[in-house]
């Protein structure tokens, strides 16, 4: 199933793209601007709850938003082993270091991805590529060259997937795809990337000839509306990161990351 196929009859499918994505920039400079598991953790509850009243509960758990929930205890081990000591030793073994100051780092690390990129990808399968295209032209007003550019690699997305997923099977059938995983890999990517490059000159000319590339003003089909559904929805997005903020300055757990 490609993305686009989980897009229509979402919840939020009808809300301005740009206002989904400006809620989403508040919390994510107020988590980047500490470094502390309340804040964190506080807007991962918001999260689970509002998506879920809004319908949306489902896709926290899907197989689109594994990524998230596999990188970031990762990227939070990496720091408990490797992150600046301070504290009490857990454990120390040559350059590993864990500590108590380790793992607090490690743990606050692993809420603040999960925190900024799930909503980020829940949001994300609610857009819809020419929605998104028609709010960066006539609400931010960006040039319609770009706009329509970015629209039509967002739509290659899907397709590098199965791209990926035949080049794959063809090699399988060929019999080359049995041994050598880092070689088989590097061999399919280059083959990827010269199959993409190929698609976008194609796409390119083809553009160009229906005139997308000319300059001055575009018409457009459909119209952006940006009302008061979509402040709501700002709205919200502040409220959550004003509130995780809160939190952590009265916990004490504010934790500035320049300080």
């Not at 780092?105 to 857009?127: E, Q, Y």
Request: some cysteine; overall charge positive; charged content about 15%.
């Amino acid at each position: 199933m490609s993305i686009a196929a989980i897009r229509p009859g979402l919840p939020l499918a009808t809300i301005n793209p740009v206002a989904k994505i400006a809620a989403t920039v508040p919390l994510s400079i107020v988590l980047v601007l500490t470094l502390d598991a309340v804040s964190a953790a506080v807007a991962i509850a918001c999260e689970l709850v509002l998506f879920t009243a809004v319908g949306l509960g489902h896709l926290l758990w899907s197989r689109r938003t594994l990524p998230v929930w596999i990188a970031a205890p990762l990227t939070g081990i990496s720091m408990v082993l490797y992150g600046a000591p301070s504290g009490a030793v857990l454990w120390d073994f040559g350059v590993i270091h864990v500590t108590e100051g380790s793992v607090q780092i490690g743990v606050a690390t692993t809420l603040r991805v999960i925190a900024i990129a799930l909503p980020a990808v829940v949001i994300f399968l609610t857009i819809d590529p020419t929605d998104l295209a028609d709010g960066l032209a006539q609400t931010l007003r960006l040039p319609a060259r770009f706009v329509l550019g970015a629209v039509a690699a967002l739509r290659l997305v899907g397709s590098s997937i199965d791209d990926w997923r035949t080049l794959s099977l063809a090699r399988r059938a060929r019999g080359i795809a049995d041994h050598g995983v880092v070689r088989r890999g590097l061999g399919q990517a280059f083959a990827l990337l010269v199959l993409a490059i190929r698609r976008g000159s194609t796409l390119a000319t083809a553009m160009e000839s229906r005139g997308f590339g000319a300059p001055g003003e575009r018409t457009w089909a459909r119209v952006a509306h940006f009302g008061a559904r979509e402040w709501v929805v700002i709205a919200v997005g502040c409220l959550v990161a004003a509130l995780s903020a809160a939190v952590a300055v009265v916990t004490g757990s504010w934790n500035v990351i320049w300080a």
